[in-house]
């Protein structure tokens, strides 16, 4: 292979240079050939040059790169692997999960356009769709993901070209019927989307949605410590966002994306334990005197549970339940665990937790937040990987303490 004109350290005339020229083109350590490093670097260069400008013309077909905006090898390879994990043809990482959301809907709607999505959502995603997204001509419909007749009723809309959704939902962990969802939609021919973040990548993927979310924050990045976000779907739609993400310049840093590849390499381990420990404490938490409900589609009386165990090979790392008491003592609770760190995420290392109502309803009206089952005593729970053991003495020492508190004080 002939050498690049514009490789570092092989330029011709390098004994010359002056130092200023040769710390802007420093000598590269190159490997022998078959000395391959385990892992692969991580492509910082923004910028991919060519040897001829007649070469460079062709090399977009050639799989190549010019401009990390528009594409960058090591996030390459993280949407490579991804779309391989869902299922899909290909995928474009973007800078967190609400960016993948945003360019998703805009890239595929247009002024006219109708959107159904669900009072079972997250609330930025609300938020996009009520507040945003009206501003372009897009209209929604907001209905409840249980209520078949309403769903069955909007799709039939001529004007209703997508629909948004997520299972299990956040924060209440209702599960989506997929086979009505995706069938309607087939028969009416609206564009699906899902939200999969809390399932994951290997879940779902056996259903024909047309595009998959994920936040990359969570689960597949692992510890809390860098954003992503993806969406999945065949080489067309993803094509065509992908035109849109880059003018809109949603692009994930590449060294954020190899922070996440990292993160990848222990997805399915760290996944699985979070799952067994969340079942194990939501069976906890259902026994418990201080706990009047329990929301998780693991439990075998959660009305979500035979759908979960149909289009699901685990039930997710989110438990959300009631404390049987007020909003001052539900607070109290929380302010007294702890392992469980209050905030907002999931799928990190350590266990989090946060008031359902303060985090994710204060948007919604009385008749919303009826339907979304908030209430103000709702908590949910993100489970890490700390013995489970430590984490129900934790949730149990809290409850104690809140409760006696309150009993004590009454
Ligand atoms: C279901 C769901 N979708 C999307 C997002 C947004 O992801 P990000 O924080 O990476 O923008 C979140 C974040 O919590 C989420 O829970």
Redesign the pocket.
């Known amino acids: 292979m002939p050498r690049h004109r514009h490789t570092p350290g092989s330029f011709i005339i390098a004994a010359v240079m002056k130092k200023e020229t040769r710390v802007n083109h420093p000598p590269r350590a190159e490997l022998p050939e078959g000395n391959t490093p385990v892992i692969d670097p991580v492509y910082r260069s923004v910028k991919y040059t060519y040897p001829t400008i007649a070469e460079g013309r062709t090399l977009s077909g050639r799989g190549g790169f010019y401009y990390t905006r528009g594409g960058n090898p090591t996030t390459r390879q993280l949407e490579t692997l991804a779309a391989e994990l869902q299922g899909t043809e290909d995928a474009i990482a973007v800078?967190?999960?609400?960016?993948?959301?945003s360019n998703c809907l805009l890239a595929n709607l247009a002024s006219g356009d109708n959107l159904v999505f669900f009072t079972e959502?997250?609330k930025?995603?609300r938020s996009l769709i009520r507040d945003i997204l009206p501003r372009f001509g897009i209209t929604h419909a907001m209905l409840s993901v249980s209520d078949h007749a309403a769903i069955e009723q909007t799709f039939a809309r001529p004007e209703t070209r997508m629909v948004f959704f997520?299972s299990p939902?956040?924060?209440m962990l209702r599960v989506a019927d997929l086979e009505f969802l995706l069938g309607l939609a087939e028969k009416h021919q609206v564009t699906t989307v899902l939200?999969n973040?809390?399932a994951g990548f290997h879940n779902h993927g056996d259903y024909p949605v047309d595009l998959y979310?994920?936040?990359?924050?969570?689960f597949a990045s692992g510890h809390g410590d860098v954003?992503?976000?993806l969406i999945a779907g065949n080489q067309d739609r993803i094509r065509r966002i992908r035109h849109f993400a880059v003018d809109f310049g949603a692009v994930l840093d590449p060294a954020a994306a190899y922070e996440i590849l990292r993160g990848m390499r222990t997805y399915f381990v760290r996944y699985r334990h979070q799952c067994d420990s969340a079942l194990a404490l939501a069976r906890h938490l259902q026994s418990h005197p201080g706990v009047s409900r329990v929301f998780y589609p693991g439990l075998p009386d959660d009305p979500g549970h035979d759908l979960a165990r149909r289009q699901m090979q685990d039930f997710g790392a989110v438990v959300s339940f009631e404390v049987d008491a007020n909003r001052d003592q539900t607070w109290a609770f929380i302010d007294a665990l702890q392992l469980f760190v209050t905030c907002?995420?999931?799928g990190s290392s350590e266990s989090l937790v946060a008031p359902a109502r303060l985090y994710w309803g204060t948007d919604l009206d009385a008749t919303e937040l009826e339907q979304s089952l908030i209430r103000d005593s709702t908590v949910r729970i993100a489970v890490g990987l700390e013995h489970v053991d430590d984490l129900k003495h934790d949730l149990d020492q809290a409850l104690g303490k809140a409760l006696g508190m309150a009993q004590n004080r009454a």
Do not use: V
């Open positions: 800078a967190s999960g609400m960016a993948a959301i959502s997250y930025p995603s997520e939902t956040n924060p939200d973040t809390f979310i994920h936040s990359l924050t969570k954003m992503g976000g907002a995420s999931l």
